[in-house]
Every structure is written in C-alpha cells, then in structure tokens.
C-alpha cells in the first residue's frame, strides 16, 4: 500500500517519544498489513519512553514504539495462506527463528533467535503495521479492539497463573500494575480459592479488588508476611505470582511462601537479588518458575477461551482510552501508576467510534 502514516517514534536515545510521519510499511511474502484499530501501552514501552538503563542497552532508535494491539488485515504477502485481507487480528509479539531445537519442541517462547515485534522492529504506535504471517492471531469479529489488543499482556498473566496446579489453591499476586491486575482476575476465572493483592499503590490495589481480589495488602502500611500467614492458617500461600520485580518484594514472597509452593516469576528486578537459597528454596522444597512471554500459542488459546467463558471482566482493566497523539498523557499515567491499561487509538475516528 502506497502513502504515509502517522506514527510514535522514538526518534532519539534520550527519554520521550515524538509523533511523526512516516511511509507504510512494505510487507513481504509472507507478511501480512495490518490497519491498527487500538494499541496499549506496555510496562515495557514506558521502560523505553523514559529511556532507562535496559532500553539504553537494546534500543536503536529511530523506530516506532508499541507491540500490543488489534487491527484489521489490509493487505496479505503472495505466500501467505492462513490470513486473508478483512481479518481481525492481534500479533504474539515473540517473531522467532520456527527451526531450532526449542521451537521445535514446543518451547518457541524462549527462542535464542526472538526479536520482538516494537522492540526491535517497528511497532503498533502507528496507523499500520506489518508482521509474520506466524505472528498474526486471528481475532472473532465484532469485540471491542481495545480488549483484543491486550490479549498479549493478558497472555503473561495466564502463562503465569497457570504454570501449574491453580484450582483450589491459595494465590498471592505480587505487585499490581497492568499485568498483576489481569492475574488477579485470571486466578479468579480458573477458581483459586483464595486471592491476596499487594502493591503500594492505592488506585492499583482498588483495581485488584474490583476484578476480585479477596484481600489487598499495602506492604507500605502493614506487614505482608504477618498478614498472609494470618490469611492461610500460618502455612502460607501455595502460589506466588511474583510481577513486581522488587528486591524486598522477592524476599518476603519466599518467607510467606508455604513449603513445597511454586512461584512464577514474571516481574524483572533491576539489579541481581541476594537470596537465602538455603533456607527458602532448597530446605522448603519449592519450586520457581521463569515465565518468558507467552507459550506459542497454548497460552493464547487459553486467552481465548477464558475471554469467551465470560468468566473474566475485562472493563475494569482498561481504564484509559486516548487518541494516539496524546500518548504523552498515557505515558504520564503509566509513571504515576494511577491507571490500569492505557489504550491508544491510531485515528481520531476510531477514538470516536470505540471511546464509550
Ligand atoms: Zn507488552
Ligand atoms: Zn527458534
């Protein structure tokens, strides 16, 4: 398709992100173009827009920033067989090598060979985007594109809720940006028995509790490992769902932890954490799991079937809509932490028509 497009770039290595015009996208063989309806900020593109130490490391800028998103197929590559033009897709963002051993065996997620869609290829903050056919997830038509469009980060919170044995189980989800809130409901759809929010943020702990959350806990106001022991009958929680990435968050996840628990691991720390293995790891016999994305693509049909249960509220997650120019707006609440999703809209007529 011939023509230029409006677009987020970040145009410089330094802190902020510019709105910009640039051509659309030449797609290949096997690529499709996709006209994006509605685009969500990431924890990670607020990494990036304020240029921390990880995106000074991985970032070359120019290119346009955003990877979760929803839009409609305008244009398909000459070999391209599963996607016809009209389709209503979101992309898995992992673009992987589909030859080696681990995406052979089922374990496509932690590819040596990953470039991620707007990390290190032009993104979704932009009127179109172009991507792999093998990354096109086909959407059913007819729902809202801001729902669709978080799918990707809502596919983080099941890989890691469901790492393992749930139903029934005693949940603590560690630190509730985006990502934690969405945990917290998932852990709800699939019938936990109990789930406890921390996060020292008030308007993300009262986002918690509306998707259901049975107890918050500020750590800044009390004590959380009292608390949970006194939550669990003094045993502790079976499941950690550790999304903060915080140092002392870690550490006092491990000691209120019951013993033979799993934690999943999700949040990325700064720094490298100092941990008492011995007495927390090894001698209470439990497990921890390193969760990378999302599985391809078994993660992304327990989306989709826990979006079509209906067991999941997905309108409390998104708690802004702004048209795309404004991004620096949804930047500036994502710092804050005063927001649950923030979702961008390409055009001023699609605000128009999904801002409701
Ligand atoms: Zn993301
Ligand atoms: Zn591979």
């Given at each position: 398709?011939?023509?230029?497009?409006?677009?987020?770039?970040?145009?410089?290595?330094?802190?902020?992100?510019?709105?910009?015009?640039?051509?659309?996208?030449?797609?290949?063989?096997?690529?499709?173009?996709?006209?994006?309806?509605?685009?969500?900020?990431?924890?990670?593109?607020?990494?990036?827009?304020?240029?921390?130490?990880?995106?000074?490391?991985?970032?070359?800028?120019?290119?346009?920033?955003?990877?979760?998103?929803?839009?409609?197929?305008?244009?398909?590559?000459?070999?391209?067989?599963?996607?016809?033009?009209?389709?209503?897709?979101?992309?898995?963002?992992?673009?992987?090598?589909?030859?080696?051993?681990?995406?052979?065996?089922?374990?496509?997620?932690?590819?040596?060979?990953?470039?991620?869609?707007?990390?290190?290829?032009?993104?979704?903050?932009?009127?179109?985007?172009?991507?792999?056919?093998?990354?096109?997830?086909?959407?059913?038509?007819?729902?809202?594109?801001?729902?669709?469009?978080?799918?990707?980060?809502?596919?983080?919170?099941?890989?890691t809720?469901?790492?393992?044995?749930?139903?029934?189980?005693?949940?603590?989800?560690?630190?509730?940006?985006?990502?934690?809130?969405?945990?917290?409901?998932?852990?709800?759809?699939?019938?936990?028995?109990?789930?406890?929010?921390?996060?020292?943020?008030?308007?993300?702990?009262?986002?918690?509790?509306?998707?259901?959350?049975?107890?918050?806990?500020?750590?800044?106001?009390?004590?959380?490992?009292?608390?949970?022991?006194?939550?669990?009958?003094?045993?502790?929680?079976?499941?950690?769902?550790e999304?903060?990435?915080?140092?002392?968050?870690i550490?006092?996840?491990?000691?209120?932890?019951?013993?033979?628990?799993?934690m999943a691991m999700l949040g990325?720390?700064?720094?490298?954490?100092?941990?008492?293995?011995?007495?927390?790891?090894?001698?209470?016999?439990?497990?921890i799991h390193g969760i990378?994305?999302?599985?391809?693509?078994?993660?992304?049909?327990?989306?989709?079937?826990?979006?079509?249960?209906?067991?999941?509220?997905?309108?409390?997650?998104?708690?802004?809509?702004?048209?795309?120019?404004?991004?620096?707006?949804?930047?500036?609440?994502?710092?804050?932490?005063?927001?649950?999703?923030?979702?961008?809209?390409?055009?001023?007529?699609?605000?128009?028509?999904?801002?409701?």
């Open positions: 398709m011939e023509g230029k497009m409006k677009v987020v770039m970040k145009q410089e290595a330094k802190a902020g992100a510019v709105l910009s015009e640039m051509d659309i996208p030449k797609i290949g063989p096997k690529d499709v173009l996709v006209k994006v309806m509605a685009t969500s900020i990431c924890g990670t593109d607020a990494h990036i827009y304020s240029w921390d130490a990880w995106s000074q490391n991985r970032i070359k800028p120019p290119y346009v920033m955003g990877h979760e998103f929803a839009g409609e197929v305008v244009e398909i590559g000459a070999d391209v067989k599963s996607i016809q033009v009209g389709d209503i897709v979101s992309a898995e963002t992992h673009i992987v090598c589909n030859t080696c051993e681990l995406c052979t065996t089922g374990k496509a997620h932690i590819c040596k060979d990953t470039a991620i869609l707007g990390v290190d290829t032009n993104g979704t903050y932009a009127e179109y985007v172009a991507i792999p056919e093998t990354n096109a997830w086909k959407n059913p038509k007819g729902i809202d594109p801001a729902y669709l469009a978080v799918q990707e980060p809502l596919g983080n919170a099941v890989h809720i469901m790492s393992g044995d749930i139903i029934g189980k005693t949940v603590a989800v560690v630190g509730c940006g985006p990502i934690g809130i969405m945990a917290v409901a998932v852990a709800k759809a699939v019938s936990a028995s109990k789930v406890i929010a921390i996060e020292v943020n008030e308007y993300r702990l009262e986002l918690a509790k509306q998707l259901g959350a049975d107890v918050v806990i500020n750590p800044m106001k009390e004590d959380p490992i009292a608390r949970i022991l006194e939550e669990t009958e003094g045993l502790g929680v079976d499941v950690v769902a999304m903060s990435g915080n140092a002392i968050a550490k006092q996840a491990l000691k209120y932890i019951k013993l033979g628990g799993r990325i720390p700064t720094a490298e954490v100092p941990l008492d293995i011995a007495n927390d790891i090894v001698f209470k016999g439990i497990t990378a994305g999302r599985k391809m693509y078994e993660t992304w049909y327990q989306v989709k079937g826990l979006i079509e249960s209906g067991n999941l509220n997905l309108d409390a997650i998104i708690t802004h809509r702004l048209p795309m120019e404004e991004f620096e707006k949804g930047f500036d609440l994502m710092a804050s932490g005063d927001c649950g999703k923030v979702v961008l809209y390409p055009t001023k007529e699609l605000f128009d028509t999904y801002n409701k």
